[in-house]
C-alpha cells in the first residue's frame, strides 16, 4: 500500500506561481512512476506532469513550458512547480502513483488549485 499526501494548493493570481508537494508514505519502494493530475469542474482528469517508469518526466500540452516537475528521492516526494498560472489552470489537482508488482495505482486526496483572474 502506498500513502500519498499533497499539499501546496491555495489562491493566487492569474501571473502568480504554486509550487504542489506530493509525500509518499507506506511501500514507497515499489512506485514506479508518480505525478501529477487535474480535475476541473465538468472536465476529465488530464495529465500534469509525470516522472514514468525509467525516470523520464511527461507534461501535459497545457503546462509545458510553465511547469517543472521534481523530485526529492530521500524524502519520498514530488514537486510540481506551476508559474505564469492561468484562470484555466483552475482545478482539483491529484497526485498519482504506480507502484509494482501488478502495476497498482494510488491517488491522493486532491489539492484545490484556484486562479483568479
Known amino acids: 500500500q502506498v500513502q500519498l499526501v499533497e499539499s501546496g494548493g491555495g489562491l493566487v493570481q492569474a501571473g502568480g506561481s504554486l509550487r504542489l508537494s506530493c509525500a509518499a508514505s507506506?511501500?514507497?519502494?515499489?512506485?514506479?512512476?508518480m505525478g501529477w493530475y487535474r480535475q476541473a469542474p465538468g472536465k476529465q482528469r488530464e495529465l500534469v506532469a509525470v516522472f514514468t517508469n525509467g525516470g523520464r518526466t511527461n507534461y501535459g500540452d497545457s503546462v509545458k513550458g510553465r511547469s517543472t516537475i521534481s523530485r526529492d528521492i530521500a524524502k519520498n516526494t514530488v514537486y510540481l512547480q506551476m508559474n505564469s498560472l492561468k484562470p484555466e489552470d483552475t482545478a482539483v489537482y491529484y497526485c498519482k502513483a504506480v507502484s509494482r508488482p501488478g502495476y497498482q495505482e494510488y491517488w491522493g486526496q486532491g489539492t484545490q488549485v484556484t486562479v483568479s483572474s
Open positions: 507506506g511501500s514507497f519502494f515499489s512506485i514506479v512512476a
